[in-house]
């Protein structure tokens, strides 16, 4: 990253391409959506019952350009009235990143214009600002998604801390994959959720995850094995009424729904904060937003979950995010490259923190 002076930044293009989502945005002054353009590929992958990260990339590189133009007619601007290019340089699919990333690059080049490299989950944090009114750091942040479980306390400065995560499987990756073992389709998420509401959430005694461990990490791995053994001992999915199918998606929906509201709280008593911002695509569950609401209601604090259009992902928390980084006068060079993975206190993050080195003007 590279520092200049800070400049006034109104007009941003944001372009997200993590994983199955190619998204493009303009957002005006970092929080006004002047355009958001999300095209999925939920009928790409549901053969699979899960995201095939060559498949992902193949359908983003048909789509990145049409999904651009659309942002920015959406919009009404030129690629000329813009005053920079945020695009998502990880973590996610490497692959999947590198369309957005190389497109990204090229529309700069070509139109001499700034890019800047932003941090996926730093963008999901600030979605919930954008959606918020009159939300600003600090604050405790749950992000919640098929590649993700993080906790993040936001700083004053708006520098996010990691204090958790998980070990192996995101939540909403656990909840594709019993789904699948339900014969639920993908995305598991939704369907689980839905069939939930028809079962008995204490049929099936389910472990709680991580809720005797010291620490605030995260683990679905086990979890999704218990739900395997349990399923077995009682002779497969075959052997199951609707009834029981119902049960083992309450029952599993319920497990997944108190670890993560068990973490949370236990991260709000360490580090008290009166609000608590929960993004990413298992933020829709319902189950998930009543037990976190009475938990802050108990415990309070006050649970916020933005618009599902902005708890999912989406290019809107990129442009927003590049819009903070580009008035700070950070810029990426040609040299930009994507990343899969990012230890906290790289730079993506740095950036944020107005103490860094990299973002001085
Ligand atoms: O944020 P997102 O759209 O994409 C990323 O993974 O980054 O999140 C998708 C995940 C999927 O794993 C999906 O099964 C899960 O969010 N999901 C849900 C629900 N809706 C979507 N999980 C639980 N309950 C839901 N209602
Ligand atoms: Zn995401």
């Not at 060079?333 to 003007?361: C, H, K, M, Q, Y």
């Amino acid at each position: 990253m590279l520092g200049e002076t800070p400049a006034r930044v109104s007009l941003v293009l944001g372009i997200e391409s993590s994983c199955d989502d190619m998204a493009a945005a303009v957002v005006h002054d970092g929080h006004e959506i002047l355009s958001s353009c999300v095209r999925g590929q939920a009928h790409v992958h549901a053969p699979y019952g899960g995201v095939v990260p060559e498949l992902a990339s193949r359908d983003h590189v048909t789509v990145v350009s049409e999904v651009v133009e659309s942002a920015l007619r959406d919009a009404r601007v030129e690629v000329s009235d813009l005053d920079g290019i945020a695009v998502t340089a990880g973590p996610g699919l490497v692959g999947s990143l590198l369309v957005g990333l190389s497109f990204a690059k090229a529309l700069a080049y070509a139109a001499k214009r700034p890019v800047v490299g932003v941090h996926h989950l730093m963008g999901h944090l600030i979605a919930a600002e954008v959606a918020t009114p009159g939300l600003t750091p600090p604050y405790m942040g749950l992000v919640v998604s098929g590649g993700h479980t993080a906790l993040y306390q936001v700083g004053d400065s708006g520098a996010p801390e990691l204090l958790g995560e998980t070990r192996d499987d995101a939540a909403g990756e656990a909840f594709d994959k019993v789904a699948k073992m339900l014969g639920l389709p993908f995305p598991g998420g939704p369907a689980i959720s839905r069939l939930a509401a028809e079962g008995d959430a204490t049929a099936i005694d389910l472990p709680r995850p991580m809720s005797k461990r010291a620490g605030l990490d995260f683990s679905y791995s086990g979890l999704k094995t218990a739900v395997a053994v349990e399923l077995e001992r009682r002779g497969g999915i075959e052997r199951l009424s609707p009834g029981g199918r119902a049960d083992f998606a309450a029952s599993f929906e319920a497990a997944v729904v108190d670890s993560l509201v068990g973490r949370t709280v236990r991260a709000l008593r360490k580090f008290p904060h009166e609000r608590l911002v929960v993004v990413g695509g298992v933020a829709a569950n319902r189950r998930l937003r009543d037990v976190m609401k009475q938990a802050g209601a108990r415990e309070g604090f006050e649970a916020i979950f933005p618009p599902m259009d902005l708890c999912t992902d989406n290019a809107v928390m990129i442009a927003a995010a590049g819009t903070r980084l580009l008035s700070r006068g950070v810029r990426d060079d040609w040299t930009l490259n994507a990343f899969s993975r990012v230890p906290i206190g790289d730079s993506p993050w740095r950036v944020l923190d107005s103490t860094s080195a990299e973002s001085a003007p």
